[in-house]
Structures are given as structure tokens and as C-alpha cells.
């Protein structure tokens, strides 16, 4: 059985950092890529960032380029968010998010879901 686990989210005031965590269990955490998507209240979900299974490559959505940075521990199977210079319109669920097939980069599809963690930027 597959488990995507989020924690870290919260109450951050503009400017200041977060860091989201994401424990996943059930698969061979190393050869799958693995991303971050986010929703906004009334809005759709949205990707964020991903980083492949070879830790080699990642992208992001343009505006958190320079602010949030992907990364993964595979010894730990866990994927990090580093969230840095929050602003309001980062106020979201987070979601983690694996790909559906192994050694898939860019990933088609994302397979497996964590059940969010809760992030708002407010003062």
C-alpha cells in the first residue's frame, strides 16, 4: 500500500519561510519522481515543482522560482519543500505527489497523493 504523508504547513506571516515534509512508504521511493502541487481556495490544483528520480533535474512554476527550492532524501523517502519570501497568494493545501511510472522524467502522470497540509501566508 502506497502512503504519501505531509506535514510542516501552517500560519507563516509575508516574507517568512516554511519547510513541508513528505514521508512516503510502499514503493521504492528512489525511482519515482516526485512533485509538489498546491490548491488555492476556488481555485484548481496546480502544480509547483517536481524533481526527477535521478536528482538531477527540477522545475518550477514561475512564480516561486527563486523562492521555493525541491528537494529529496531517499534514504529517508522523503520529499522536502522548502518555501522561503512566502506572500499571500501562497496560501494553499500542499500536495505531495509521486509518479505513477518508475525512471519517468519528465513524469505524465502522478499516481499517488498525499492528503495535504495546510499552508497560509497572512500577517
Known amino acids: 500500500q502506497v502512503e504519501l504523508t505531509e506535514s510542516g504547513g501552517g500560519l507563516v506571516q509575508p516574507g517568512g519561510s516554511l ?42 512554476i514561475e512564480s516561486v522560482k527563486g523562492r521555493f ?10 520529499l522536502y519543500l522548502q518555501m522561503n519570501s512566502v506572500r499571500p497568494e501562497d496560501t494553499a493545501v ?15 502522470t502522478y499516481g499517488y497523493w498525499g492528503q495535504g497540509t495546510q499552508v497560509t501566508v497572512s500577517s
Open 19 to 60: 519547510r513541508l515534509s513528505c514521508v512516503t512508504s510502499g514503493r521504492t521511493f528512489s525511482i519515482y519522481t516526485m512533485a509538489w502541487f498546491r490548491q488555492a481556495p476556488g481555485k484548481e490544483r496546480e502544480f509547483v515543482t517536481s524533481i526527477n528520480y535521478a536528482n538531477t533535474r527540477t522545475y518550477f
Open 69 to 78: 527550492t525541491i528537494s529529496r532524501d531517499n534514504a529517508k523517502s522523503t
Open 94 to 108: 500542499y500536495y505531495c505527489a509521486q509518479c505513477q511510472t518508475p525512471a519517468q522524467s519528465p513524469c505524465e
